[in-house]
């Protein structure tokens, strides 16, 4: 049982250990020009007013 969980325990690092260099590499080859959705300082103050007001109601 032991050698059971030891064995599931280095097959996820193993997998995690690919995963991260899978997207390193994407990254390396198509770096991001842009985030998706810049949150500026003021877009940001707008949201939390906006959350607060509809949370007193």
């Known amino acids: 049982m032991t ?3 030891i064995a599931a325990l280095a097959y996820l690092a193993l997998a995690l250990i690919l995963v991260y260099a899978v997207d390193n590499l994407v990254a390396l080859f198509f ?3 842009h985030s998706a959705l810049p949150l500026h300082f003021p877009t940001f103050e707008k949201m939390m007013a906006l959350s607060r007001k509809y949370y007193r109601k």
């Open 31 to 33: 770096p991001d020009a």
């Open 3 to 5: 050698a059971l969980v």
